[in-house]
């Protein structure tokens, strides 16, 4: 929950990025990885409607940019390795920046760097 509060704390701050939230694999699904004390309790999707139900709950959560969800092929999973979560900058369709893969790191302050390195540039 940290972390999504931090996204949208950037999100609300940038002036030059449109945030965009894919909804992949549930990441510790009950029926699969599920850990103890988890506030999440959704089972792994076995149709796009219920990932897509999964998804509202962000925008129940108000979470202010757009939510949209992976096929269920997880095309979109596999083709940007975004298990569990994944960040990348395009920009004109070019891959700008593709966040760092710690293992259980979402690398917001590497995010942040370069938004306001970039929106430091476009003021110049």
Not at 11 to 23: L, M, N, P, Q, R
Not at 27 to 55: C, M, Y
Not at 72 to 101: F, T
Request: charged share 25%.
């Amino acid at each position: 929950m940290h972390k999504l509060k931090t996204l949208v704390s950037l999100s609300s701050k940038s002036e030059t990025a449109d945030f965009v939230f894919v909804y992949i694999l549930e990441a510790h699904a009950t029926d699969e990885w599920f850990i103890t004390g988890n506030p999440v309790t959704v089972a792994q999707h076995k149709t796009l409607s219920e990932r897509i139900i999964a998804a509202k709950r962000l925008y129940d959560m108000r979470v202010p940019f757009l939510v949209t969800v992976d096929k269920m092929s997880n095309h979109g999973c596999v083709k940007y390795a975004a298990w569990p979560e994944r960040i990348y900058v395009i920009l004109d369709g070019e891959i700008q920046m593709i966040g760092d893969r710690r293992p259980g790191n979402l690398p917001l302050d590497q995010l942040r760097e370069y938004l306001e390195t970039f929106e430091a540039k476009q003021q110049d």
